[in-house]
């Protein structure tokens, strides 16, 4: 079995968090991000995250190599939102279907809700993704709505459902 070591991202790790990122970017629908990032590009969205509070960007790794990451980022700019976080995770396409998507992200939503500085988490899948939301249900989020042809990427609209999870029990 694999093990997973997890910890919070560093500044050294950008060029794989970038590469593993511009993979879905280039080759699927799940993130509505339509050209690869610069390594540039994505150093100020590095540097948003802290070691402490709400937004968070953890790594995981097997052996020496990063196998994927799972972030918590604002929900929407209004401050009313403050307790509320969107959440997600990828893998290296080579760590897909091992199950360390459901504990790189486990232990994110672990980490929020010990903290208690979040009251929700959202994630926005792009369907179809049956993977993905068996990860969500799996994880506890709930399905709480669709919304229809939302983005149009590779010539086509996509549907995104919205789940939510409750981490201030």
């Given amino acids: 079995m694999l093990r997973l070591q997890i910890r919070p991202a560093i ?3 950008l060029s794989d968090l970038v590469r593993i990122y511009n993979y ?23 540097e948003d995250f802290g070691g402490s509070g709400p ?15 799972a972030s918590s980022t604002r929900f929407r700019p209004k401050q009313a939102y403050h307790t509320s976080v ?3 995770v990828y893998l290296d396409p080579r760590h897909v279907g091992r199950g360390l998507g459901k504990k790189l992200y486990g232990s994110l939503l672990e980490l929020l809700g010990d903290e208690r500085q979040v009251h929700r988490a959202y994630g926005a899948i792009a369907l179809p993704n049956p993977a993905s939301v068996a990860l969500h ?4 989020f709930q399905l709480v709505g669709t919304f229809k042809e939302v983005g149009h990427k590779f010539e086509k609209f996509w549907d995104v459902s919205w789940f939510e999870k409750n981490l201030s029990d």
């Fill in 11 to 13: 500044p050294s790790d």
């Fill in 86 to 88: 969107e959440t997600t």
């Fill in 55 to 69: 937004y968070r960007l953890l790594v995981g790794e097997v052996g020496s190599e990063i196998a994927g990451y």
């Fill in 24 to 46: 879905y970017v280039a080759n699927t629908h799940v993130t509505f991000d339509t050209k690869p990032f610069a390594l540039e590009e994505r150093r100020s969205w590095l």
């Fill in 137 to 140: 249900e799996r994880l506890g």
